[in-house]
Structures are given as C-alpha cells and as structure tokens.
C-alpha cells in the first residue's frame, strides 16, 4: 500500500484531518469521502492509480480524525464551506481536481457550481443529489428532527476489529476480507474494554431539519464551468432508495453542462472499494484528458 500521512488544519473552529498521499504537485487531486465513511477509504483507489499523483483527503467533519461539530446535528452547507477553507490551506492560487463519492460527490457539485474559477475537472462517484421533498412534508420532517435529538443513543459497540470487519463485508458482499479488515481499523476506534467504536459522530443519523430542495441544488450545478465524470455503479441501489427512476436520473446529468457518463460494472455503491482499479484507469483518463 501506498503510504500517506496526517496533516491537520484549523477549518472554521474544527481541527480538520487530511490524509496525504504525496506525489507530483502538478497532478494534485482532492479526493471526497462519503457518508459515515473516511479519507482512508479511498486508499485502494490511490493505489490503483498508475501516475504519480499528489492525493489529499479530508475526513469530514465529525468523520475519522477531524473534530466532531460543535452543535447537536449537521447541516449540508457546513461541508460546502469547510471546502472552500480546506482548498485554500491545500492549493489556494490555482483551480484543483475534486473527485467525490456519494455526500462527498453532492458537496464536491455544489461546491464546483458556486466556485466555478476554483475546480479545474470534477468527478462524481454516486453523488445523485437527494430524495425530491415538497413543502408539505417541512411539519413532519421538524417533528422527526425533534424526535431524533432526544432519541440519539450513540453507535453499537463490536466486540472486536474482526466482528466490524464482519459487519462491512456484510454490507459489502463484494469486499474482500483484507479491504474489510483494513478499513475496520480505520472506521472503528479500540475503547479501554477493548470492544471498537465507530470513529464518528452518532449524530450524523439525525435528519437534516431542513427540506433538500432540487431546483436549488440544480441551480447550482447548471453554473458548473468545469468538464464533469460522473461514475454510477451497475449494481448500486441508491438511485432506488432515493425514489430517482431512470428518466430523472438522465434530468440530473442533463444540469451539466460537459459532462461524460461511465457505468462501472460489477460494483456497488461503494466502487472504490469494489473496483478500484476500473476507477482508477477512468479517473486519470479524464483528469489527464
């Protein structure tokens, strides 16, 4: 494995972890975890890639290594804005790659729409955006988030390393048990007892208060200025479990203004961790392109 380090800046009162994997600066690429994921995750795509490339990945707020927030639930705009910090510790005079999965690929296209000169190329990973809300659900969706703020019980510890590692490949058929036990050490921290805790913050679970409203977020996409990957798994589910039909899913690339679109085959969600290699040859394809 290719070996990186920890860097850790100031963003906004937070002190932000930044796994890097040194390289060549003049191919410099921000790589964007997912929800309840870490920077760690992306280290078999790192591997995978042939060019000598300068990697750098935040864990996000309340994720891996950086702070938890200081309020009692997150909101969406809060990694738009860390973003903007992080790019300027990370490479402030010159427009850089983003690559982002799942959260990470959302926050990476908003990010792309409202600071178009700042992002060189895109590449999205399973970022569709979120589930269509209507006015109509705002009272139920307050009374849920109120709900959950009393109700958040904090994680299930395992009783090990190894039963996390289970519990990925469960999640994960496709995930070899070397990858799992490899990102259980990363996912879980050992508490005093021995039995590992996932490494982040349980409310993360806690609903965003606020409706996710499409045309605003499509807005923000359709003043992306930089060519975009967006990369779907072939045997992902997300798209189903955020009620996108084929049709709608077409509408959201449509937003896009340079756009290529690349199905990876014999993958899931998490297709870096499925197909790393695949990922890899259509990332440096288009970033070199």
């Not at 972890?17 to 790192?46: E, I, K, N, T, Y």
């Not at 864990?59 to 309020?71: C, F």
């Not at 510790?89 to 990470?104: C, F, K, N, W, Y």
């Not at 959950?148 to 590692?165: C, K, Q, T, V, W």
Request: aromatic share 12%; glycine share 8%; net charge negative.
């Amino acid at each position: 494995m290719k070996s990186s380090e920890s860097l850790y800046y100031d963003v906004r009162g937070l002190r932000y972890h930044v796994r890097h994997w040194g390289g060549d600066p003049a191919r410099r690429v921000v790589l964007l975890h997912g929800w309840m994921d870490v920077s760690a995750s992306f280290q078999f795509l790192v591997d995978a890639l042939n060019g000598d490339w300068d990697v750098y990945a935040p864990d996000w707020r309340g994720y891996g290594l950086t702070d938890w927030g200081k309020s009692d639930c997150y909101w969406f705009p809060d990694y738009v804005a860390d973003l903007d910090v992080l790019l300027e510790r990370i490479q402030p005079e010159a427009p850089i790659d983003l690559v982002g999965h799942s959260l990470g690929g959302n926050v990476a296209c908003l990010y792309a729409g409202v600071r178009p000169p700042r992002v060189r190329r895109l590449a999205n990973l399973e970022g569709f955006g979120m589930a269509v809300t209507h006015p109509g659900d705002a009272p139920r969706r307050y009374a849920r988030w109120l709900d959950e703020l009393h109700e958040n019980g904090g994680f299930r510890p395992y009783p090990d390393f190894g039963a996390l590692a289970d519990r990925l490949q469960k999640s994960n058929p496709r995930l070899a048990r070397p990858r799992a036990e490899f990102l259980a050490q990363h996912w879980g921290r050992q508490l005093p007892d021995g039995r590992v805790l996932l490494r982040g913050d349980p409310a993360h679970k806690i609903v965003y208060p606020v409706l996710y409203r499409y045309e605003e977020t499509r807005a923000c996409w359709q003043q992306v200025t930089a060519p975009v990957l967006w990369m779907d798994a072939a045997e992902s589910d997300t798209l189903g479990r955020i009620g996108l039909n084929a049709e709608q899913h077409a509408e959201r690339r449509s937003a896009f203004g340079d756009l290529r679109y690349v199905t990876v085959q014999n993958a899931g969600h998490m297709l870096h961790h499925d197909q790393p290699e695949e990922v890899a040859r259509q990332l440096e394809a288009f970033l070199l392109a």
